[in-house]
């Protein structure tokens, strides 16, 4: 074979791999765009299917709340996606909060963005695959923070223009609200469980209980301000609703 035809087939071999390359690119770039089609999701659902709560945990241990939830999805057996930022993804706060569906039949699997970006992609896949959305309680202005950081929010809003069931109670109801009165500046909520901002070797009792309650953005999905344990008394030894009533002022 002679030196030009050598060079030939080389060339040729050389633009059918870019040919391929620029395919696999195009492929790629299109998957991206169908599995973030939440994002695109604008026209909402009618009704959207919400429950937001005072009490997480009150919430979740009410079996008629659960058959309630589960109905919203129109499945026996939903798939729930447990978003649990708000407690730092903390592995018995999920089996806490989840155990419920679990009993129930339903399959439950976590998102977790508290110390990494899964990225766009992963994250719609995860979403797209669910038919309820379980946000769980804690530390509502951490959680909010990491959904808007890493993205989430637009496929959660997304999600609920879809028709896919938003639920939660304490930071997991505010989440739904345009904002929420939050109890984000008490220490403790860094404490138990461990969170990654705060030193965690430090008490409650170091660290004081000096803090007041916070307006906190929420992801903006229905107006208002969300109160969640409306007639509690925190550490900080104010009551509440006496706190809500002069953020609204």
Request: proline share 4%.
């Amino acid at each position: 074979m002679s030196y030009k035809k050598i060079t030939t087939i080389q060339s040729v071999a050389t633009i059918l791999t870019l040919l391929f390359n620029i395919i696999i690119h195009f492929c790629y770039g299109m998957e991206m765009i169908i599995n973030c089609s939440l994002i695109n999701s604008t026209i909402p659902a009618q009704p959207r299917k919400i429950y937001a709560a005072g009490s997480g945990l009150d919430m979740l241990s009410q079996p008629d709340t659960i058959s309630e939830i589960i109905a919203l999805s129109g499945k026996e057996k939903p798939n729930v996606l447990y978003i649990g930022t708000a407690t730092y993804d903390a592995e018995e706060q999920m089996n806490i909060q989840t155990k419920a569906f679990t009993a129930r039949g339903c399959e439950v699997t976590a998102l977790k963005i508290t110390h990494g970006d899964p990225g766009i992609n992963s994250m719609c896949r995860s979403v797209e695959n669910a038919d309820i959305l379980l946000v769980s309680g804690g530390n509502t202005l951490f959680a909010v923070d990491r959904m808007v950081t890493v993205g989430l929010d637009q496929i959660i809003k997304g999600a609920g223009n879809a028709g896919k069931v938003l639920c939660g109670g304490s930071a997991g109801g505010i989440v739904w609200f345009e904002n929420g009165h939050s109890d984000s500046g008490d220490p403790v909520s860094f404490l138990n469980p461990n969170g990654p901002l705060f030193k965690n070797n430090l008490t409650q009792k170091q660290l004081g209980s000096a803090w007041n309650y916070v307006k906190v953005p929420g992801l903006n999905i229905l107006p208002g301000l969300f109160v969640p344990h409306f007639d509690k008394i925190e550490s900080n030894g104010q009551r509440r609703n006496v706190s809500a009533k002069q953020l609204l002022r």
